[in-house]
């Protein structure tokens, strides 16, 4: 796997680095000889450029070579200078590249927020990172950064034969480098520049990796190069001001497929509009927010701690750079179709009493009409009347459950169809005819518009606190009064997708499972009853 930090770092000190001395390179990838006996290279290279007396300045290029029609070394970037001589010699090219990911960041096709322009990184957060973290970690970071940003220059800004040397001999040999689990530093990233920023760096990513999988399914020779990947993601939780929070980002195609209909309708042998359609849902992400209130009371002879669902907040977003792009199909989006959190103790915690756990709530409303007839007299006649008593009742999409597992507490949330009253995220979609021109059976058509649709109009979902109601509780042994404890939360979500308004019988549903710690202080005081 590349290392490329490791490789900055050990570069020369400006004492020893004499202008005479050919520019130090770092070969990104290349390949043999082609036919032509020219090998094609991508490299990175430092040259030291003149600055003031004092200062040594050192600067980055990208390069490539080798490739048609130009077989010279062409520069494909250059970064801005860095002093040599400072206390973070490195920090405004680690700046430079997540400022430009970010400035690049593909939209989610949405309204934005008037004054939403997200103006540049702080350079702050990003010197309190380099300075809190090991060299190791640091460079698995620097790696995903780095080529992110070589994402846009060799698949955007430079000829196609570079696009496709950049998947092929750079992406998958160092696909693990994109694997968010193996790259702790992204966490602390994410959280010290803000929430606007993290989208834009997620969005990015996201948008790689969909332009990834869809090279890769297309079956240009990537399959034997790199195993199939799922639950290809990243999320992170935090607890604060009596909250914690799971947050998570998934593209759609590197979720776990667990229904579907793919074998009929598989790349490339697809019809014209299938392919159009389903390479629009391949450039949707899955942005989930998990929120949960916690209370901790303090009792004689025992604790309390007590949560409740504050928001579920899951947003799927189309990523692309044009509000125009794929209106045909603007409408077509993965939905979500269950949802799964728990949270609760550590596995083996022995502090723990027991769980205490609230109502099910069913969710079936019925709509109830009756009429009747009275028979009266007024005076000398009698007359007839009717009276009609009508009771409005909704029958709700969402179903909520708690239950347990161990000490944890699990919510369960749970989307069903209103034509068959069946769970979305295990339906096997009927078909009123066979082939590709059959037509599936569902209630979930014109899904984003309605009064009582289940959606927002986006194609999102937040569900509230409110609107679930009871919580969970656990009672803990006084002894663990005063200590911090790391408790466990984590989730999952089923996505599922069917026609919309597109003339399609394509269906699938997917999942991602996300899992991680939060800390929860028993401290009297910190929000304790």
Aim: glycine share 8%; net charge negative.
């Amino acid at each position: 796997m590349l290392d490329i930090w490791s490789w900055i770092c050990e570069l020369p000190d400006s004492e020893e680095w004499n202008e005479s001395d050919s520019p130090p390179v770092f070969e990104l990838a290349s390949s043999g000889p082609s036919r032509d006996d020219s090998t094609r290279t991508i490299q990175l290279k430092a040259e030291r450029t003149a600055g003031s007396n004092t200062d040594m300045l050192v600067t980055f290029t990208v390069c490539i070579q080798g490739f048609h029609p130009l077989k010279a070394q062409k520069t494909l970037w250059v970064s801005d200078t860095c002093p040599l001589s400072s206390e973070k010699p490195f920090l405004p090219l680690l700046l430079q590249l997540l400022q430009e990911i970010i400035s690049r960041s593909p939209t989610a096709h949405v309204t934005r927020c008037p004054r939403s322009q997200l103006q540049n990184l702080k350079p702050d957060p990003v010197s309190w990172i380099m300075d809190s973290h090991s060299p190791e970690s640091l460079s698995s970071f620097f790696n995903l950064v780095f080529i992110t940003r070589l994402f846009w220059l060799c698949a955007c800004d430079a000829p196609s034969e570079v696009g496709s040397f950049y998947f092929q001999s750079l992406l998958a040999p160092n696909f693990e480098a994109l694997s968010c689990t193996h790259v702790p530093v992204l966490r602390t990233f994410l959280v010290s520049v803000g929430v606007d920023a993290e989208l834009c760096f997620m969005r990015t990513l996201g948008y790689m990796l969909a332009k990834w999988f869809i090279v890769r399914e297309l079956g240009v020779g990537l399959q034997t190069l790199t195993p199939a990947h799922s639950n290809l993601g990243f999320s992170y939780a935090t607890e604060a001001h009596g909250f914690w929070i799971l947050k998570g980002y998934a593209p759609v195609l590197g979720m776990n497929l667990t229904r579907s209909n793919a074998q009929r309708f598989h790349f490339p042998v697809i019809e014209a509009k299938e392919s159009l359609l389903r390479y629009a849902l391949a450039h949707q992400q899955l942005e989930a927010v998990i929120q949960l209130e916690y209370l901790v009371g303090f009792f004689d002879g025992f604790i309390q701690v007590t949560t409740r669902v504050d928001n579920i907040r899951l947003h799927v977003a189309k990523l692309g750079f044009n509000e125009k792009d794929d209106m045909d199909y603007v409408e077509e989006t993965h939905f979500p179709s269950r949802i799964r959190v728990w949270v609760g103790p550590e596995v083996g915690a022995t502090y723990v009493a027991g769980v205490s756990l609230g109502r099910s709530t069913s969710n079936e409303e019925k709509e109830v009409e009756t009429q009747k007839i009275v028979k009266g007299s007024f005076g000398k006649s009698k007359i007839p009347s009717k009276v009609k008593a009508s009771m409005r009742v909704r029958t709700r999409n969402w179903r909520w459950d708690q239950d347990v597992e161990g000490n944890a507490a699990i919510f369960d949330v749970v989307l069903h169809d209103n034509m068959t009253g069946i769970e979305v995220a295990t339906w096997k979609a009927p078909i009123d005819s066979g082939g590709v021109g059959g037509k599936l059976r569902h209630g979930l058509e014109n899904r984003n518009i309605g009064a009582n649709r289940a959606f927002k109009k986006t194609g999102g979902l937040v569900l509230a606190g409110d609107e679930y109601g009871e919580g969970v509780s656990w009672r803990l042994s006084k002894e663990m009064e005063g200590s911090v404890l790391k408790w466990r939360i984590g989730g999952q979500v089923w996505l599922s997708n069917c026609p919309n308004e597109a003339k399609s019988c394509y269906f699938e549903t997917r999942r991602v499972e996300w899992c991680d710690e939060v800390d929860l202080p028993l401290i009297p005081g910190k929000l304790g009853v």
